[in-house]
Antibody, heavy 125, light 107 residues
Framework: QVRLQESGPGLVKPSQTLSLACTVS??????????WTWIRQAPGGGLEWIGY????????DYNPSVESRVTISIDTSKNQFSLRLSSVTAADTALYYC????????????????WGQGTLVTVSS | AIQMTQSPSSLSASVGDRVTITCRAS??????LGWYQQKPGKAPLVLIY???SLRSGVPSRFSGSGSGTDFTLTISSLQPEDFATYYC?????????FGGGTTVDLK
């Protein structure tokens, strides 16, 4: 059974860089046709798609709301993908989820079928 | 970016009620829409994708309809475990955008 698990500091100071990793267990991150994605949720708020990386093609896309500050990468040796968000402010305080997206060609439908439990990151001095 | 307007933002309902949640896209997105359920302290769970396809294992009381700009999630007979927050998500282009969410609580 494939599982995702986020890890990283729960507290980051303003202007510093937030770094999170999502470890894939029970399966290989470089097998299968998946879109490895980061999504966040501000306290009491809605969901915000941050960006994804598609291993096979190396395609990456980011939300313009964070594009100038964000990097998503894959490390197959650790079977994990990562998020780096620089110059953080209090507005970046959120529960950060990693998720696996997949596309079903027969139905022409895309969805996130697997999520981590989320990790809370607070930006505060 | 495409904007997703979800309504209502909250609703109160009773067990057995038929519940309808709508999502409107700021431009046509074909059938590139999914619906997710989120319970407190939990990650979202996909219910519907491709606007109308029911994810395996999801109860058949959930259904999705619509295409283009207007979409609907219907719960035919609300069950106690369905009290949660529901989000639509378009995957037509990047960035993917979630609707603002609809919280379904007990009347």
């Amino acid at each position: 059974q494939v599982r995702l698990q986020e890890s990283g500091p729960g507290l980051v100071k303003p202007s510093q860089t937030l770094s999170l990793a999502c470890t894939v267990s029970g399966g290989s991150i470089d097998s299968g046709d998946y879109y490895w994605t980061w999504i966040r949720q501000a306290p009491g708020g809605g969901l915000e798609w941050i960006g994804y990386i598609y291993y096979y093609s190396g395609s990456i896309d980011y939300n313009p709301s964070v594009e100038s500050r964000v990097t998503i990468s894959i490390d197959t040796s650790k079977n994990q993908f990562s998020l780096r968000l620089s110059s953080v402010t209090a507005a970046d305080t959120a529960l950060y989820y990693c998720a696996r997206g997949r596309y079903e060609f027969e139905i022409s439908g895309f969805y996130y079928d697997l999520w981590g439990q989320g990790t809370l990151v607070t930006v505060s001095s | 970016a495409i904007q997703m307007t979800q309504s209502p933002s909250s609703l109160s309902a009773s067990v057995g009620d038929r519940v309808t949640i709508t999502c409107r896209a700021s431009q046509g997105i074909g059938n590139n829409l999914g619906w997710y359920q989120q319970k407190p302290g939990k990650a979202p769970l996909v219910l519907i994708y491709g606007a109308t396809s029911l994810r395996s294992g999801v109860p058949s009381r959930f259904s999705g309809s619509g295409s283009g700009t207007d979409f609907t999630l219907t719960i035919s007979s609300l069950q106690p475990e369905d009290f949660a927050t529901y989000y639509c998500l378009h995957d037509y282009n990047y960035p993917l955008i979630f609707g603002g969410g609809t919280t379904v609580d007990l009347k």
